[in-house]
Nanobody, 123 residues
């Protein structure tokens, strides 16, 4: 059974940083992609960044490139999301997803999701 677990959310001040981590277990294949999304109540889930199974291709939403970065450790496998220069608008529930797409930030392409971790940025 596939399990996806996010950790590392919490409260941060504007201008600060947070690092989220996602661990996936029970995956049937090594050739998967992992991605981060976020969602604010009443709005659609927004793709942040994704990485392929090799860890060689990273794809970011244009609006977040430069402040957010992802890295991956295939030994476990984990996907980290480093968030810098946080803004109050970054307040959201952050989700990790696992699937088998290529360079996709479309939530419909991901079949396994974590429960989410809340990030709150105060001004």
């Amino acid at each position: 059974q596939v399990q996806v677990v996010e950790t590392g959310g919490g409260l941060a001040q504007a201008g600060g940083s947070l690092r989220l981590s996602c661990t996936a277990t029970g995956l049937p294949s090594e050739k998967y992609s992992m991605a981060w999304f976020r969602q604010v109540p009443g709005k659609e889930r927004e793709g942040i960044a994704c990485m392929d199974w090799r860890g060689s291709e990273r794809y970011y939403a244009d609006s977040l490139k430069g402040r957010f970065s992802i890295s991956r450790d295939n030994a476990n496998p984990t996907l980290a999301l480093q968030m810098n220069l946080l803004e109050p608008e970054d307040t959201a529930m952050y989700y990790c997803a696992v699937g088998y797409p290529s360079r996709s930030l479309d939530s419909r392409d991901y079949s396994h999701w974590g429960q989410g971790t809340q990030v709150t940025v105060s001004s």
